[in-house]
């Protein structure tokens, strides 16, 4: 158990590019979820998967947001045509499902922090 | 929606002093209860939780208690150590949902 791994850690962008996060879950951590963290505050929920399947969406996911996780393992977070107020730490955080019964319990990445210049 | 308010925001105490941090929720639908630390530049780590079943739960130095009828819950920390100093958040959940929400956060700093 290695545990949540995000990458890049650190993405500096201009405003109107394009980025993309990448998110690897605890093994056979079958729920996968991404917050949002601006300075100050605590983490805000944007969306979650249960294996492949996107579950639910934040009103804070616009459609410049759209994330995947094609294989119901990593899952990627893509931000199009970034604004300044998109700038924040970007958290993902996975939940076991052991013997079918789903866990509470979220375990979080250290996050990428996003700077959009 | 849930609504969850956290106080204090700062909170300074000595070594081996206690430390309490109070929450507020507002949906009495939700029934599930952790606290996470964040120490700068990583993600929360979660440090305790409590079930709506259970009025209080204890973990070497750290508490939790919760009342149900207040719609209130409360980290105790005692015996304070300078490792505890970081930015604890108080959260809450209807696992009949899956949207964690959070409280502001309490910085705590603990002085040597």
């Known amino acids: 158990d290695t545990g949540v791994s995000q990458n890049p850690r650190h993405k500096i962008t201009k405003r109107g590019q394009n980025v993309t996060f990448r998110c690897d879950p605890i093994?056979?951590?079958?729920?996968l979820y991404w917050y949002r963290q601006t300075l100050g505050q605590g983490p805000e929920f944007l969306t979650y998967?249960?294996?492949?399947?996107?579950?639910?969406k934040s009103r804070l996911l616009s459609d410049r947001f759209s994330a995947e996780r094609p294989k119901g393992s990593f899952s990627t977070l893509e931000i199009q045509r970034t604004e300044q107020g998109d700038s924040a730490m970007y958290l993902c955080?996975?939940?076991?499902?052991?013997?079918?019964?789903?866990?509470?319990?979220?375990?979080f990445g250290s996050g990428t922090q996003l700077s959009v210049l | 929606g849930e609504n969850v308010e956290q106080h204090p925001s700062t909170l300074s105490v000595q070594e081996g002093d206690s430390a309490v941090i109070k929450c507020t929720y507002s949906?009495?639908?939700?029934?599930?209860f952790p606290w996470y630390k964040q120490e700068l530049g990583k993600g929360p780590q979660l440090i305790i939780d409590?079930?709506?079943?259970?009025g209080e739960k204890k973990d070497q130095r750290i508490a939790v208690t919760l009342n149900k009828t207040a719609k209130h819950f409360s980290l105790h920390i005692t015996e304070t150590q300078p490792e505890d100093s970081a930015v604890y958040f108080c959260?809450?959940?209807?696992?009949?949902?899956?949207?964690?929400?959070f409280g502001t956060g309490t910085r705590l700093l603990v002085s040597p």
């Open positions: 955080a996975s939940s076991s499902n052991r013997d079918k019964v789903w866990s509470e319990k979220l375990f």
């Open positions: 093994s056979e951590h079958n729920r």
């Open positions: 998967f249960q294996n492949e399947a996107q579950l639910e």
């Open positions: 949906d009495s639908a939700s029934n599930y």
């Open positions: 409590i079930r709506s079943n259970v």
């Open positions: 959260a809450a959940l209807n696992t009949g949902f899956q949207k964690l929400v």
